[in-house]
């Protein structure tokens, strides 16, 4: 229950703060724009099934890929772009609180496939 509280708060309302912090007189539109990035979630319709209590998003959808994370850091770094930056800063973001539900999940659960995330990291 706290997990699923923590995540959607991180989801829609943490990312307000985001967008306050990186511009005090736009905020609301990019707060907008970061649940904009939701969107990015799309990938788990090409997954079957589409919805899996036990599974961890990182590693496992499209969008959520170890080969796309790194450039959803890296565009929020170097993007000189101020919408681009922001889109990926969202994406970016999007990943961390995914990844903070797989760790939650994975410290739960140790059959769950959350645990294919850390084989190899030990
Ligand atoms: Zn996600």
Redesign the pocket.
Known sequence: MLQTVVHYFLHFIFIGAIAYWYDKTNWKKLWLILLATML??LDHLLAIPIFHPGRC?IGFHYL?SEYVIPFYFLGAIFIKHKIFRFIMIGLAF?MIT?FIDCVWMYSKCEECSAKKVFEGLG
């Open positions: 990015v979630d998003s959520h999007h995914d």
